[in-house]
């Protein structure tokens, strides 16, 4: 009996053991592999980590960014009809790279919140949230912000949340939402011209030099683009410097604007001790002179943006800089009926058609993930992109926007960029000559690199249109002085463990995405 005993132990340990390795087998042999070795990009020298899988990941990826200086695990971002689209966008896009953290749009109702780029989709209302960890309240047009606090109880409820918080932020016009709940007294922020001194008192604070400020858990920035610096900001003081980097390279947040220079001075405001959203940024400031150039005429640019169900506004950064300048008529639109973007770090809503879009001047194809390569894999839509081109003065691209264009054969025999991730495999798969650069240009054809260097991109493209004043201007209505944390957003900038990880949990969610559309 003893001795059945030990061969039933045996055989039952026996296949436990080749039950788990098999197991293990399949979860490392299971994981995507890349393409090809080696990396095309940092020091060919530099460290690298080991294979990341399913049992390893979460133990690595610990080690390569350290232990978090705070605990978040709720952020909130208030939106309402009228919210300034890049404030709205730029926290989310940021706190998108912190790992288990539940991050939403709220708003006073659930629904669909207009702003003046994009459609945002909200799934909970303030009401339905008691606390949070941190709070990011953007600014927005003078009737968005004044329709926001006519809204009974919002008050008390940004009383209330600020009671919960770690930190609370207001971004540009933001801040008056926050005054007049009674948080920013005495407080030292910093807030955007015209008379930011002025109007700070009015709000009863205290303005303080430069595009973000910190007093205590309270936080502010000047408007527009000064988000993402705050963003970022934010970002290190919650989760460390590593992972600073792995999220400024994730956005190629490594600036590089076409106009260095002295900015024109704008003509100063009164300040006013009621409503500073009467004074919606830029409103009532004397543009500068445009001295354009010969043969350059001021026209008015029908642009389209082509939407996928994971690209978030932010991907269009480039319209968002030209369409308030240029853009006689501008749209997003997607192939079909109208749909949500529910995978994106900021869900919007489309609601054009491609086909209605029109003749354009302008087309912009954003960047994304699985929309990108259903677009590859969709004739109707590249014949589409194709037929428009004929009769594009532009044709531009953000980010993995380039793949798509490079699928519809508009990419052979030109130079052109993309994200940093595989940019020479991808390039050289559609004929084209990569480039490693914020943006790339051949003849009407622009591209450039990922998320962030859009922006950079929308310069260029009105310094192309109306000459470097215009562009000047464009950049000081959006508070353009980018001024990052660290030295960060490229490849060689980053760390060789951050950005070993980066590129392996990239190649986890697209390698096999990248096969797929293989031609």
């Not at 428009?388 to 691209?397: A, C, E, G, L, M």
Request: net charge positive; charged share 20%; hydrophobic share 45%.
């Amino acid at each position: 009996m003893a001795a059945l005993r030990r061969r039933w132990r045996w055989l039952v340990g026996a296949v436990l053991a080749l039950t788990l390795a098999a197991v293990g087998a399949y979860i490392y042999y299971g994981m995507p592999t890349p393409e090809y070795a080696p990396y095309t990009y940092g020091r060919p020298d530099r460290a690298q980590l080991p294979r990341l899988t399913l049992v390893n990941h979460e133990a690595v990826m610990a080690q390569v960014l350290g232990t978090p200086p705070m605990r978040v695990e709720r952020i909130g971002i208030l939106v309402y009809d009228g919210v300034d689209t890049l404030e709205a966008v730029a926290p989310m896009a940021v706190f998108s790279e912190l790992m288990n953290v539940k991050l939403e749009y709220l708003a006073v109702a659930p629904g669909v919140v207009r702003t003046r780029l994009a459609d945002l989709v909200v799934e909970r209302s303030i009401g339905e949230v008691e606390s949070l960890d941190v709070l990011i309240v953007p600014g927005g047009s003078p009737e968005g912000i004044d329709g926001l606090l006519a809204h009974a109880g919002l008050r008390e409820w940004l009383q209330r949340i600020d009671a919960s918080t770690q930190m609370t932020a207001g971004i540009g016009l933001g801040n008056v939402i926050l005054a007049d709940a009674g948080l920013l007294a005495g407080k030292r922020i910093a807030f955007g011209w015209p008379a930011a001194e002025e109007n700070a008192a009015a709000l009863g604070a205290r303005h303080v030099a430069g595009r973000h400020a910190r007093d205590g858990k309270y936080w502010s920035s000047l408007p527009a683009t000064a988000a993402l610096d705050l963003s970022l900001a934010m970002l290190e003081a919650i989760a460390g410097r590593a992972h600073l980097q792995a999220a400024m390279l994730d956005l190629e947040y490594d600036p590089s604007h076409p106009c260095w220079g002295a900015l024109p001075r704008p003509r100063r405001l009164p300040s006013t001790s009621r409503r500073l959203s009467r004074y919606a940024a830029g409103a009532g400031w004397r543009s500068p002179s445009r001295r354009r150039r010969p043969g350059v005429h001021r026209h008015r640019w029908t642009w389209a943006c082509w939407s996928t169900p994971d690209s978030s506004p932010w991907m269009r950064s480039a319209r968002s800089v030209c369409s308030p300048s240029l853009a006689r008529r501008a749209c997003a639109c997607c192939a079909g009926a109208p749909s949500r973007a529910s995978r994106a770090a900021a869900p919007l809503e489309v609601r054009d058609k491609a086909a209605d879009a029109g003749p354009l001047d302008v087309l912009l194809v954003p960047g994304g993930a699985d929309g990108t390569w259903a677009l590859l894999r969709d004739p109707a839509a590249l014949d589409w992109i194709r037929e428009t081109d004929r009769h594009t003065r532009y044709t531009t691209s953000v980010c993995t926007g380039s793949w798509v264009l490079g699928a519809a054969g508009l990419l052979r025999e030109r130079r052109a960029t993309s994200n940093w991730y595989r940019l020479n495999q991808m390039m050289a798969r559609w004929g084209a000559t990569p480039v490693a650069a914020r943006h790339v240009r051949d003849g009407k054809l622009w591209t450039s690199a990922g998320v962030s260097a859009g922006i950079d991109l929308g310069f260029a493209l009105i310094a192309d249109l109306e000459g470097d004043d215009a562009a000047r201007a464009a950049m000081l209505r959006l508070h353009y002085r980018p001024d990052p944390p660290i030295d960060a957003g490229s490849p060689e900038s980053t760390d060789d463990l951050v950005l070993d990880m980066m590129h392996q949990m990239y190649d986890y969610s697209m390698v096999p995405l990248i096969r797929a559309a293989t031609p």
